[in-house]
């Protein structure tokens, strides 16, 4: 495999991740308006990253209790995997603007 081949592969998959996150976000927005911003980060196609930012602690608690991290990590795992024929490792960090800093993150949902 050339360099330019895994490159290519590796921005096709970073494109349909980065498609998929903007729509499971966009479709839970209404349910969590705490969500300020959500990335991504990594090409490997069994692990994905994702990182929620929420404006305060409390807000990120709410999200936790409601349980709708989960399903939004759910979500995007059944998403993906219609779209891509690979097994997938979602692992979805929820932080705030106070933790951005923090070498370490409250709650890791890994499925």
């Known amino acids: 495999m050339s360099f330019s081949f895994i490159h290519n592969i590796e921005q096709r998959s970073a494109h349909i991740m980065d498609t998929v996150l903007e729509a499971v976000v966009h ?10 911003r959500a990335y991504h980060h990594g090409f490997d196609p069994t692990a994905r990253y994702v990182t929620f930012i929420f404006q305060t602690a409390a807000e990120r608690r709410k999200a936790a209790e409601l349980g709708l991290l989960n399903q939004m990590r759910d979500d995007l795992i059944k998403t993906l995997q219609e779209q891509c024929d690979v097994s997938l490792r979602i692992q979805i960090y929820a ?10 993150t409250f709650l890791d949902f890994t499925s």
């Open 27 to 36: 479709k839970w927005r209404n349910s969590m308006t705490p969500i300020w």
């Open 95 to 104: 932080i705030t603007f106070t933790d951005l800093d923090a070498d370490t």
